[in-house]
C-alpha cells in the first residue's frame, strides 16, 4: 500500500483509467502493446500478465502515469546511474539479447559490436537515454556515455576472413553506460597489444536464440531488413503530403519551413569548416582548444550553429543538457581518421552543410568500418600501412570534424588562402587537403 500512495492515491488512480475508459486509449494502442512482448513472453506469460505489460506501456506512452512513478512502485530508483568506468577501463559491449528495458528495433549501439570488448577514450558524461526517447512521453534518467575504442582486428575476428587492414587500425564509438560491462581478464581488449591474437569477440552472426525469458533475432538481421527497405518505393510524394498537412495544421509555417531550408543549404557555403581547419593550422594553442571541445572553440570564431553545443553541461546528470557535440580529431603522421555513421548517416550539417550522397549510401556505412583502407583508395587516398587508421562511428549525439594534415611547402599562405586547400572530403577524413599549385 506504501508504494502506491507514493504513485497515486486509488481515486487519482482511478481517474487516470478513467481516462483511458473514455477513449485517451485506442484498443489498437492495446493490442500493439500486448504483441510488442518478446515471444517467448507471449508463449509462457498469463493472460493477465500480457495485460498488465501492455497497460503499463500504454499509460507511460501517453503520460497518465511517468517512468519515475512506475519505478517507485515497483520499488526500483529512478536516478542516474554513477559513472562505472573510466579512462583506461577494459569493457566488453554487451551482446543484443542483454536484459536492457527497450528492445529492437531502436537501439543506438551498433549491432556489429555487440559482444566485442575495447578500451574507454572519454567519458563523456550524462546524455539522455536515445532509447527511451523513441517512446512517446516515456523518460529514463541520463545515463553515462563513454567513447570506447575498439581493434578492428577484434571486432572482425572469425567473421568471414577478417579484417585486412593493419593490426593497429582502431574504430572509436560511444556507447551508453546500460550497454556496457567490464572486461574479463580474457578479453583481447584486456590483452596487451600485439600483431596476432587467438581470442575472438564473443558474439555470434547467423541465427536467432531462445534464451528463457525472451526471444530475440541477431541485430544484424534486424539491420538487414531496415536496409532492405531504405529505398523502397519514392518516398517525394510522403514527404510532400507530410509538409502539405503540417502546413495545414499550423505545426510549421511557409516562412519557417523555408527558413530551415535555406540554412541547411547555405551552412556549407559560409566555410565554416574550412575557417576552423586553417585557423588551427596557423594556431596551436587554438587547436588544442578545438581538439579539447569543439563547440567552444567555433564560438571563438563566431560560428555558432545552432545545435552544436560546448560539452559544458554533460558531465553531471543534474546539468543541463547539450543537443550535439562537435568532436573534432586530427590527422598526423601517426593516425588517419575516418567518419561514418553505421546507424543513420550523423553529419556536422552546420558546419559543413549536406551530406553527400555517398556518405549516406549503405555500402559507405557498411564498408567503412569493415574494409577503411580499401574505401579511402576508391577515393584516391592512400594510407601508408605504418599509419593507424583510426574510424568513429557517429552517434545522434556526436558530430565529427577530421582537421587534415597541412600540405608542406605552406607556411608563406595566409589563413584566407589556407582555407582553399580544405575540402568537404577532406574534413571527413576521405581525402587528404589539397597540395597548393606550384607558383609560375
Not at 24 to 43: H, K, T
Not at 75 to 100: C, Y
Not at 228 to 250: H, N, R, Y
Not at 378 to 399: C, L, N, W, Y
Request: proline share 7%.
Amino acid at each position: 500500500m506504501a508504494a502506491r500512495t507514493a504513485v497515486d492515491s486509488p481515486q487519482d488512480l482511478g481517474g487516470k483509467l478513467d481516462k483511458a475508459r473514455a477513449g485517451y486509449v485506442r484498443s489498437g494502442e492495446f493490442r500493439r502493446s500486448v504483441e510488442y512482448l518478446p515471444q517467448a513472453a507471449l508463449e509462457c506469460k498469463s493472460y493477465y500478465e500480457k495485460w498488465a505489460f501492455a497497460t503499463a506501456n500504454v499509460l507511460l506512452e501517453r503520460g497518465l502515469i511517468s517512468q519515475a512513478e512506475l519505478d517507485a512502485a515497483l520499488g526500483q530508483p529512478h536516478q542516474p546511474a554513477n559513472i562505472n568506468f573510466h579512462v583506461g577501463d577494459k569493457v566488453r559491449i554487451r551482446p543484443e539479447n542483454s536484459s536492457l528495458r527497450f528492445r529492437k528495433p531502436h537501439i543506438r549501439t551498433p549491432g556489429y559490436i555487440f559482444g566485442c570488448s575495447g578500451t574507454v577514450q572519454e567519458v563523456f558524461g550524462y546524455l539522455e537515454d536515445p532509447e527511451s526517447d523513441a517512446f512517446f512521453n516515456v523518460s529514463l534518467p541520463k545515463q553515462p556515455v563513454y567513447r570506447v575504442s575498439l581493434r578492428q582486428v577484434d571486432i572482425w575476428k572469425g567473421v568471414g576472413e577478417g579484417y585486412a587492414g593493419s593490426p593497429t587500425d582502431e574504430l572509436q564509438v560511444e556507447v551508453f553506460q546500460p550497454w556496457l560491462e567490464a572486461a574479463s581478464p580474457t578479453d583481447p581488449a584486456s590483452q596487451p597489444t600485439s600483431h596476432s591474437h587467438t581470442a575472438a569477440p564473443v558474439q555470434s552472426h547467423s541465427h536467432a536464440h531462445d534464451h528463457g525469458d525472451h526471444f530475440h533475432e541477431e541485430r544484424q538481421e534486424v539491420e538487414q531488413r531496415a536496409v532492405e527497405l531504405e529505398d523502397a518505393g519514392d518516398l517525394s510524394a510522403l514527404s510532400l503530403a507530410l509538409v502539405k498537412i503540417c502546413l495545414e495544421k499550423g505545426l510549421v509555417t511557409a516562412e519557417a519551413l523555408r527558413q530551415i531550408v535555406e540554412e541547411i543549404q547555405m551552412a556549407g557555403q559560409q566555410g565554416h569548416g574550412q575557417k576552423l581547419v586553417a585557423h588551427a593550422w596557423t594556431d596551436a594553442a587554438f587547436k588544442a582548444r578545438l581538439l579539447r571541445d569543439g563547440g567552444s572553440a567555433a564560438a571563438e570564431l563566431g560560428i555558432s550553429a545552432d545545435g552544436v553545443s560546448s560539452k559544458a553541461g554533460i558531465t553531471a546528470p543534474s546539468g543541463p543538457l547539450s543537443e550535439v557535440t562537435l568532436k573534432v580529431v586530427e590527422n598526423t603522421d601517426a593516425v588517419h581518421n575516418l567518419i561514418v555513421c553505421t546507424l543513420c548517416s550523423c553529419y556536422p550539417i552546420p558546419i559543413l552543410g549536406l551530406p553527400p550522397p555517398w556518405y549516406k549510401s549503405r555500402s559507405y556505412r557498411a564498408r567503412s568500418v569493415r574494409e577503411p583502407r580499401v574505401v579511402l583508395k576508391e577515393f584516391g587516398t592512400i594510407v601508408p600501412e605504418d599509419i593507424k587508421v583510426t574510424v568513429h562511428d557517429s552517434t545522434a549525439d556526436t558530430r565529427f570534424l577530421v582537421i587534415p594534415q597541412r600540405p608542406a611547402g605552406t607556411e608563406h599562405l595566409t589563413e584566407e588562402e589556407l582555407q582553399q586547400l580544405v575540402t568537404r572530403d577532406s574534413m571527413v577524413g576521405a581525402a587528404f587537403a589539397k597540395i597548393p599549385a606550384a607558383p609560375h
